[in-house]
């Protein structure tokens, strides 16, 4: 049934330009900057993410993350981006995951920012330019965010992307091997137009 699922015409060339920064899909030659801000970023990441495997940063990982980005996109399901500068320095990464279509109409969005690009403002800028994505060229009704109750940074981040805080929910999401709560944020199409 077509009501169930969007005919979007979204391919792996698809980019969102920003004036800071830009978003494309991710491709193995961004598996060397992705590693090594990965690397370098890590000690930060941990504690935001579900636990890493002992093999997150190898070729071969990466590879796979690839290929289950790709079904996601074929299928409707889910938009992972990498976040770049516009002199083309990799900053960090950004999905449209979960999505849900039908009466739904729904998708979560997730995101990271190495450790050299925080608080620059890269990651609120990143979030606002994938909205008319999200909205306009995806048809979604709703985006919803999750983060922990003590990352006031990723809450800052929603608040000036217009995102509300709905809730919170407990033991939400499993971070770095342990069930958390979050607090639940969303926007719709509508709060844009306000």
């Not at 279509?101 to 998708?107: D, H, L, P």
Request: glycine share 8%; hydrophobic share 40%.
């Amino acid at each position: 049934m077509a009501f169930l699922r969007a005919s979007t015409g979204i391919d792996a060339e698809t980019e969102v330009r920003g004036t800071d920064v830009y978003l494309r899909h991710p491709t193995m030659t961004d598996y060397a900057a992705w590693a090594q801000l990965r690397a370098l970023s890590r000690e930060h990441l941990v504690g935001w993410e579900p636990q890493w495997a002992r093999d997150e940063l190898a070729r071969s990982a990466f590879r796979r993350r690839l290929r289950q980005y790709q079904r996601e996109l074929r299928e409707d399901q889910g938009y992972a981006f990498f976040i770049f500068r516009t002199d083309d320095t990799l900053l960090g990464g950004l999905t449209v995951s979960n999505v849900r279509r039908g009466v739904s109409q729904a998708a979560s969005i997730g995101y990271w920012v190495g450790l050299p690009h925080t608080r620059r403002g890269y990651m609120s800028h990143a979030v606002r330019c994938v909205l008319p994505f999200a909205f306009d060229v995806l048809g979604l009704h709703r985006l919803e965010a999750a983060c922990l109750p003590h990352n006031v940074a990723s809450a800052r981040v929603l608040e000036k992307a217009g995102f509300s805080r709905e809730g919170r929910a407990r033991r939400y999401l499993k971070i770095n091997g342990v069930w958390q709560d979050h607090d639940l944020f969303a926007l719709l199409q509508d709060d844009l137009r306000r």
